[in-house]
């Protein structure tokens, strides 16, 4: 019997070439095979996660992108070697040798590049927003003009807490603990209030104001690299954000100091209610997860932005998925 010319690159993945990436959810599932199949070793464990949690199409479609124009490119290179004058003329069992030899060597190729995409968006975008700006490092094969176009303004932390008190009815929209200031304003206490249930309420940014803090002129480019990191992932326009708008009553909301902590370590968020459109869940993860003291819906103060609502959840449910937050959380806290 002839032996058979075989493909072992990427195993059983159909080419891209044969495929209609048009479609997102064509572009998604080949993205999700390629980074399957490539990451034996699980050194790429935000890179699937970031796919499916994508909060907009366009933020999907910019991770498929990033995946599979590296697997294009090398895919490229394998197809021409395989096709080769030498290639056509050696018998199947010399051709199978070669073809397994190019297959691995192309194979390691993407393995490298994915590895370099996934570094960029963990120390560029996950660690920023855990508050580490230390390793920020810029998108690998970019040309020089990529962050020309992404002007940034130092801001400090600054917001109207007696306004946004009033905004959210003395509330914390995560565990519905009451300010302490409200039992001093009341003419006479409601039949729900329970003085173990206040705290002093904080104005928490959804996306963090630090994002916008930097002094030196040289940090300026390592900002404008975090939030185009944020931008490729959310898909959304955020130039409202940089600047003084990071600090805009629709990016704060008023949470209690354990909530508080926790949304800005990416273990509680706040997501859609499938059952009513005007209302959010809250979720909470890790160490966290099904934390008891937290209210069961939310209804937002119209002011407040839901789309960094749902950047913000889209990035803990990728942790969540990537079962990242040990790895992500010691290199957060390293200097």
């Given at each position: ?6 493909r ?16 997102l ?7 999700w095979r ?16 970031m ?12 991770m ?8 294009q ?14 290639m ?10 070669k ?24 120390c ?11 390793r ?8 020089p ?17 007696e ?12 565990t ?5 200031s ?30 916008n ?15 185009k ?47 009513n ?21 939310v209804?937002?103060?119209?002011d ?5 609502i749902?950047?913000?959840h ?6 969540q ?15």
């Amino acid at each position: 019997m002839a032996q058979v010319r075989s493909r072992t690159f990427l195993g059983t993945i159909p080419l891209l070439k044969t495929l209609s990436l048009e479609d997102l959810h064509t572009s998604l599932d080949a993205a999700w095979r390629t980074v399957g199949v490539i990451d034996a070793k699980g050194e790429m464990r935000l890179l699937q996660p970031m796919l499916l949690h994508a909060p907009t199409r366009k933020g999907q479609r910019h991770m498929c992108d990033s995946i599979l124009l590296i697997r294009q490119e090398h895919e490229n290179a394998y197809l021409a070697a395989i096709d080769s004058a030498v290639m056509r003329g050696s018998n199947a069992s010399a051709y199978n040798q070669k073809e397994s030899d190019f297959a691995l060597q192309y194979q390691k190729k993407i393995a490298e590049a994915l590895l370099q995409l996934h570094k960029y968006f963990e120390c560029s975008l996950f660690l920023p927003i855990l508050g580490n700006k230390t390793r920020v490092i810029e998108r690998p094969s970019v040309g020089p003009d990529y962050y020309g176009k992404y002007p940034i303004d130092p801001c400090p932390r600054s917001d109207d807490r007696e306004e946004l008190l009033q905004r959210d009815k003395f509330t914390c929209y995560a565990t519905g603990r009451r300010d302490l200031s409200l039992a001093k304003r009341m003419t006479s206490r409601p039949s729900d209030w329970n003085p173990v249930l206040t705290d002093y309420l904080e104005a928490a940014h959804i996306i963090p104001y630090f994002l916008n803090k930097f002094k030196l002129k040289k940090e300026k480019k390592m900002h404008i690299i975090i939030w185009k990191a944020l931008e490729e992932f959310s898909g959304y326009d955020l130039s409202t954000l940089k600047g003084k708008g990071i600090n805009h009553v629709s990016n704060i909301f008023m949470l209690c100091p354990s909530a508080h902590k926790m949304h800005d370590d990416l273990r509680l968020s706040f997501y859609p209610n499938a059952e009513n459109v005007n209302e959010h869940l809250v979720k909470t993860y890790d160490k966290t997860a099904d934390w008891l003291d937290v209210v069961k819906r939310v209804t937002f103060h119209k002011d407040i932005n839901r789309d960094w609502i749902a950047i913000h959840h889209a990035m803990c449910e990728v942790l969540q998925d990537g079962r990242t937050y040990e790895e992500i959380r010691k290199l957060s806290d390293a200097a």
